[in-house]
T-cell receptor, first 112, second 113 residues
Framework: DTEVTQTPKHLVMGMTNKKSLKCEQH?????MYWYKQKAKKPPELMFV???????INESVPSRFSPECPNSSLLNLHLHALQPEDSALYLC???????????FGEGSRLTVL | KQEVTQIPAALSVPEGENLVLNCSFT??????LQWFRQDPGKGLTSLLL?????REQTSGRLNASLDKSSGRSTLYIAASQPGDSATYLC????????????FGAGTQVVVTP
């Protein structure tokens, strides 16, 4: 089973809302990732949890906050977002830091 | 700084023709290279992973080669079908502390019936 599940598939939020994106995998992978993808661009790495240790892309604003409750679950907490944060948010996992990367179907976020 | 380039940006072929997609990278010190497929508005599907010590990988109609010394990888798709229409991305994994994946911009492929 090579499946990464993301919820919700679509999310519309106002700039003052607080929401969360969720990701789950049952492949026993120990590295999980959040990527952001704008239209017709490749994905950009936001955060990595590897063996539950967090690495951050320094360019990601603090209004995005990741959380890894356990090795199978990954959340992305969203607060006070801007319209330019509207994008497809992709979760991925791999077995270790250098393994094959498997992506979920993504959560389409629209910020009004 | 690693740069990954995919040329052409878009490609249209008639059904049945073989597809050849190119990926080049500037720093040959990679750990592995992965090819993905992405349908519009969807996530990325892993097609093939080639370790830096390998020269090629095959899966069904797909074959990917890797020439690390010249910084190139090629994805071949035999006997293309309309269902192969998608954007194809390559990504290289550096051997740094958190194995960051560096993506190319992708090649958008249309296979016409």
């Amino acid at each position: 089973d090579t499946e990464v599940t993301q919820t919700p598939k679509h999310l519309v939020m106002g700039m003052t809302n607080k929401k969360s994106l969720k990701c789950e995998q049952h492949m026993g992978h120990r590295a999980m990732y959040w990527y952001k993808q704008k239209a017709k661009k490749p994905p950009e790495l936001m955060f990595v949890y590897s063996y539950e240790k967090l690495s951050i892309n320094e360019s990601v604003p603090s209004r995005f906050s990741p959380e890894c409750p356990n090795s199978s679950l990954l959340n992305l907490h969203l607060h006070a977002l801007q319209p330019e944060d509207s994008a497809l948010y992709l979760c991925a996992s791999s077995q270790g830091d250098y393994g094959e990367l498997f992506f979920g179907e993504g959560s389409r976020l629209t910020v009004l | 700084k690693q740069e990954v380039t995919q040329i052409p940006a878009a490609l249209s072929v008639p059904e049945g023709e073989n597809l050849v997609l190119n990926c080049s990278f500037t720093d040959s010190a990679i750990y592995n290279l992965q090819w993905f497929r992405q349908d519009p508005g969807k996530g990325l599907t892993s097609l093939l992973l080639i370790q830096s010590s390998q020269r090629e990988q095959t899966s069904g109609r797909l074959n990917a080669s890797l020439d690390k010394s010249s910084g190139r990888s090629t994805l071949y798709i035999a006997a293309s079908q309309p269902g192969d229409s998608a954007t194809y991305l390559c990504a290289v994994r550096q051997g740094d502390s958190w194995g960051k994946l560096q993506f190319g911009a992708g090649t958008q492929v249309v296979v016409t019936p």
